[in-house]
T-cell receptor, first 113, second 112 residues
Framework: DQQVKQNSPSLSVQEGRISILNCDYTNSMFDYFLWYKKYPAEGPTFLISISSIKDKNEDGRFTVFLNKSAKHLSLHIVPSQPGDSAVYFCAASSGGGADGLTFGKGTHLIIQP | DSGVTQTPKHLITATGQRVTLRCSPRSGDLSVYWYQQSLDQGLQFLIQYYNGEERAKGNILERFSAQQFPDLHSELNLSSLELGDSALYFC???????????FGSGTRLTVV
């Protein structure tokens, strides 16, 4: 039973445009959500997070939106840059992460010049 | 360099064998987490240690075990290996819950 789902295995976006990565979750106990970025042969690196008490968090070119009623979050990257090409993982936790993070399978973002 | 060191980077071994993966956390971090990423899968949480003690268990098989030593480095022991155990194994460290998670670059285990 996959509690965090990223339904798009890959996404291709033109440089300079907006990239929107989506994530759905089923566990209503999740109260903290994170996005990680992963390059080949490297570990995931933290990108941005959001608490369930908020519906938006922004950090530079990255914005995460949370829709609790739909159990959906999205990551917006604008403008998209070639260095953004990577695999993006959505992750969720409950209770401060006492049971670790639950990850989606990832979306491979390809930024085309 | 994330500050979390995992060794070895690559490991090839035969079915039925036992291996040990090592993780040195970022300086000052007391928590160590182990994750497994199989082909086309997200990262699956295996186990967490905090200051030498097991804190939480995820989808860890009985053939797998871990420990955290007084110097805070951690080892993940995988025994009676099967082909399906081939995966990337990531270690992450944190000073406080999920908010300051830092991952190592992983160990790629191939069981043949």
């Amino acid at each position: 039973d996959q509690q965090v789902k990223q339904n798009s295995p890959s996404l291709s976006v033109q440089e300079g445009r907006i990239s929107i990565l989506n994530c759905d979750y089923t566990n209503s106990m999740f109260d903290y959500f994170l996005w990680y970025k992963k390059y080949p042969a490297e570990g995931p690196t933290f990108l941005i997070s959001i608490s369930s008490i908020k519906d938006k968090n922004e950090d530079g070119r990255f914005t995460v939106f949370l829709n609790k009623s739909a159990k959906h979050l999205s990551l917006h990257i604008v403008p998209s840059q070639p260095g953004d090409s990577a695999v993006y993982f959505c992750a969720a936790s409950s209770g401060g992460g006492a049971d670790g993070l639950t990850f989606g399978k990832g979306t491979h973002l390809i930024i085309q010049p | 360099d994330s500050g979390v060191t995992q060794t070895p980077k690559h490991l090839i071994t035969a079915t039925g064998q036992r291996v040990t993966l090592r993780c040195s956390p970022r300086s000052g971090d007391l928590s160590v987490y182990w994750y497994q990423q199989s082909l086309d899968q997200g990262l699956q949480f295996l186990i967490q240690y905090y200051n030498g003690e097991e804190r939480a268990k995820g989808n860890i098989l009985e053939r797998f075990s871990a420990q955290q030593f007084p110097d805070l480095h951690s080892e993940l022991n995988l025994s009676s290996l099967e082909l399906g155990d081939s995966a990337l194994y990531f270690c992450a460290s944190s000073s406080g819950g999920v908010y300051g998670y830092t991952f190592g670059s992983g160990t790629r285990l191939t069981v043949v």
